[in-house]
């Protein structure tokens, strides 16, 4: 056996990142594709239909709007990356919301206290539901169908039946109705995409001077000017006037949850991607059985799983009982679960475990963000809100499974 | 000299169905024991009990000398016992270097130190001659059965183990990297490791093995020098469990 080394990395260019990509999508990993193609789509329709869609104001709504979802969603990537599920996740968050109104509005507690109650709330929810589906091997299916139901009566006792709470504490407030200035906002944008450049060229000449295959400054130069210019041009929009009465009070700048999602994103992004944690997560949903083999607690991983997401829907409550300013029995249900999940999967996270990112849900929340403002610019009520979510939903699904066959065909996954 | 792993009287059972009656092995450094014996005699779950996949009910499980209890998977690979299993044991999500380090990946603080592990993958790799790859950074789901198979050897061979176990390592092999994978296997028993090697092809078998080892139903019908016997001595031990004075004599070792 000779020891020739036959490890050609190909010689990255721009052109062999563009084919590769194009290979990977002919073989069925569309990535975020489809919620990209979805967006721009979508919002052409709804610029075309209703010209007020195009405008300022409602530009900032939709990051206002879409928020808890997507943060909601955001957890739910973890447990749908086991091949699981979470039903309950929306009703969590109701949970989860009512403690903080009550915390802050009976208790009189600060904001931080309360919110950070609310959240260890959502950490011993998903505690209990990940033991019960880890060690007592229920489907998660129906451990979650069943804490929907309980969730739901929960927040139906902790508001005292059908009354509301209303949020009064400023901080809690601001999250869904203030904006940073302006000027911080442009800051903001200019640390993100320095950070995000930083860290790109440091690891490319970290691989190159190790003679590993490294990314090309050009497609990095791509990657980061696109950043640049939509960022800019989303900061430059969010921070024109939209007060209809700028003397008496001025609305303009990057409304505060935007700030939040993006944390989330990279923290949580950082946790998938460059950890060991996050690699363990994959290789479960990939294969429990080598993951055991590979000596992985497969147990600890599914109840983590179930502790970021029950911890992230926490989040998202806080995020609508700040936008809503009360908690009420509806908070964290109807549509908000329907939404999250749609959420995570129109953006590229499968159901059948394994493959996401944090970065879907966020692309998915968009997405579901703009269909449900869109719908009411243009009048349309619930009825067919619902529909036409359920029908994206069901859109998004039949993507993930169609390309999951695609995949089995080519031998790419 | 200890051989390096030795078990002795092992039981097991799944439910009501036992499955190794009193099985006995004795695995030496530096040689290759073929372990053999038809399809269901015990081969893969004997060898599972030896990674701590599946709990022994009774018997005694010594590694070098001394007895251990193997619990896990981790507990094994601690020992420096690393194990190819049949049904490969790798991520199809996961690219060829995560699937080599899953579970012992390198890091700095908490963040995976990829780079590292990419040489380390690179330079094993390598060093089986693997030509097919065309990246070590694709998912192991594009890769054919060879080239899996490669893989999953590479990660056991990553650990400077002192037994490598292969559970059909070229049963889904063409001709000529099953001739490379028994080359490998020799050279890991030249390098002083002790080789376990699993197959159901007699001249693979006699063409790298030092010892054999034939389970027949569940029981250790003999263990002999590869030398010492012939290949038709061989397959009747595989087939009834006894050829002349080896084997069993009704159901219990001569
Ligand atoms: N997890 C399990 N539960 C119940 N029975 C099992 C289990 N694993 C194996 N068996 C049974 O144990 C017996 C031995 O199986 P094993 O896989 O060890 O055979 P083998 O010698 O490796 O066969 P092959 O050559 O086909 O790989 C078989 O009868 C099988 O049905
Ligand atoms: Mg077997």
Known sequence: MTATIEQKPEAPSITSNVRGYAERVRGGDMGALPAVLGLIVLCTVFAIMRP???????????????????????????????GEIDLSAGFASGVCA?????????????????????????TVIGVVLGTLVAKLGIPSFVVTLAAFLGF???????????????????????????????????????????????????????????????????????????????GGLAVYVLNLERSRNAALVSLKGVPVVVPIIIVLLVVWTFVLRRTAFGRHLYAVGGNAEAARRAGINVDRMKISAFVICSSMAAVGGIIAASRASSVDPNTGGSNVLLYAVGAAVI??????????????????????????????????????????????????????????????????? | MTPVLELRGIDKSFGPVQVLHDVALTVRAGEVTALVGDNGAGKSTLVKCVGGIHPIDSGEYLFEGKPVHVHSPREAAALGIEIVYQDLALCDNLDIVQNMFLGRENKRGLVLDEDTMEEMAARTLASLSVKTVKSIRQHVSSLSGGQRQTVAIAKAVLWNSKVVILDEPTAALGVAQTAQVLELVRRLADQGLAVVLISHNMNDVFAVSDRIAALYLGRMAAQVKTSDVTHSQVVELITSGRSGDLGLTNGVPA
């Open chain 1, 347 to 413: 953006g590229g996270t499968s159901l059948f475990g394994g493959k996401g990112r944090v970065l879907d849900a966020v692309l998915g929340g968009a997405v579901v963000a703009v269909i449900e403002n869109g719908m009411g610019l243009m009048g349309y009520g619930s009825d067919v809100k619902f529909i036409v979510t359920g029908s994206v939903l069901l859109l998004a699904a039949s993507v993930d499974a169609l390309s999951r066959k695609r995949a089995a065909a080519t031998g790419l996954r």
């Open chain 1, 52 to 82: 007020s869609f195009f405008t300022a104001g409602n530009f900032a709504n939709l990051f206002t709007q879409g928020a808890a979802v997507t943060v909601i969603a955001m957890g739910l990537v973890f447990v749908l990356l086991l």
């Open chain 1, 152 to 230: 739901q009566g929960l927040v139906l006792v902790l508001v005292e039946g059908g009354t509301n709470i209303s949020v009064r504490d400023e901080t809690i407030l601001a999250i869904s109705n203030n904006n940073l200035s302006p000027v911080l906002s442009w800051g903001m944008l200019a640390i993100g995409v320095g950070g995000y450049a930083a860290i790109q060229l440091l690891r490319a000449r970290k691989r190159s001077r190790r003679n590993l295959a490294s990314d090309p400054i050009s497609l990095i130069a791509v990657r980061v000017g696109a950043l640049a210019a939509l």
């Open chain 1, 98 to 122: 009512a403690v903080l109104a009550i915390l802050l509005a009976e208790q009189g507690q600060p904001w931080y206290v309360a919110a950070l109650a609310a959240i260890a709330v959502g």
